[in-house]
């Protein structure tokens, strides 16, 4: 089991920042590839971004790439998303995910991990 948690969500104006962090505990010591994911009210969740278990690969949806940044630390067991040039369309909660093995997937259901999601909210 891998116990999931997500920090630094809140309330930002159009074109500021703010950095999610995602924090891992349990058996961490089996490799995970990590995804953010968001879902807006009445929207899919979406895949926003997703990195390996070696950080070697990344990847990020067309609507956020350019403006965010996902990076890992495996020693300390986290998983950042810094996100830049917020846009009021970026407005969702953001969810941590986890998927045994070392790659990642577009696909949400793929996931076996999930934290309990982050506000993000962004005022034009």
């Known amino acids: 089991q891998v116990q999931l948690v997500e920090s630094g969500g809140g309330l930002v104006q159009a074109g500021g920042s703010l950095r999610l962090s995602c924090a891992a505990s349990g058996r961490t010591f089996s490799p995970y590839a990590m995804g953010w994911f968001r879902q807006a009210p009445e929207k899919e969740r979406e895949l926003v971004a997703a990195i390996t278990w070696s950080g070697s690969s990344t990847y990020y949806a067309d609507s956020v790439k350019g403006r965010f940044t996902i990076s890992r630390d495996n020693a300390k067991n986290t998983v950042l998303l810094q996100m830049n040039s917020l846009k009021p369309e970026d407005t969702a909660v953001y969810y941590c995910?986890?998927?045994?093995?070392?790659?990642?997937?577009?696909?949400?259901?793929?996931?076996?991990?999930w934290g309990q999601g982050t506000q993000v909210t962004v005022s034009s």
């Open positions: 995910a986890a998927r045994r093995g070392g790659s990642y997937s577009y696909t949400y259901y793929e996931y076996e991990y």
